[in-house]
């Protein structure tokens, strides 16, 4: 029943209308948002372990980054404010600095970043090859995704709970 070229979410939402066909208390918007709810939650999980990462690794890095672009910038305002006296020798330090920081960019080893981005594309190809190219990636997290949203539904949503008890 999948059909493909639609999105995860729409898929999740016509297998979890086809499995509970009865009436619910929820509106077909509320499943929709429900539904969307649950595909964030398994693609992040997903994503996560294809990298390698866990939720705390990512906090430890996102406050890594602030704390270092803060100190960054600090380094920079007090840099600018220790070279604002006006002058002939303050102009000269200052281009200077530019000139430079633009030799030694220039004369430094630019493909040192290459490296990250030659790992994580081949991370990125792998799963994509593996995964998302044959099919299975599409039907694995629709099945996985409207089991849950079920479960959810069955547990919270009496009218669903009294369709199901009926026996429909």
């Known amino acids: 029943r999948r059909v493909h070229g639609q999105t995860v979410v729409a898929n999740v939402y016509d297998d979890v209308r086809a499995r509970a066909s009865g009436p619910m208390q929820l509106t077909d918007e509320q499943l929709r948002e429900r539904c969307r709810e649950a595909v964030s939650e398994e693609m992040g999980v997903r994503v996560k372990s294809v990298f390698g990462v866990t939720g ?75 995964s998302v190219a044959q099919g299975f990636f599409m039907d694995r997290i629709v099945g996985v995704v409207s089991e849950r949203v079920l479960s959810g539904l069955l547990r919270e949503d009496p009218v669903l709970q009294n369709e199901v008890l009926r026996g429909r």
């Open 56 to 130: 705390q690794q990512l906090a430890v890095s996102l406050v890594f980054a602030v704390v270092f672009l803060a100190l960054v910038f600090a380094f920079i305002f007090l840099g600018v404010a220790a070279f604002r006296g006006g002058g002939a020798a303050t102009a000269l330090i200052n281009s200077a600095m530019v000139v430079l920081g633009g030799i030694g960019t220039s004369a430094g080893n630019s493909k040192s970043s290459a490296g990250v981005f030659k790992f994580l594309g081949a991370k990125i190809a792998a799963f994509l090859q593996s």
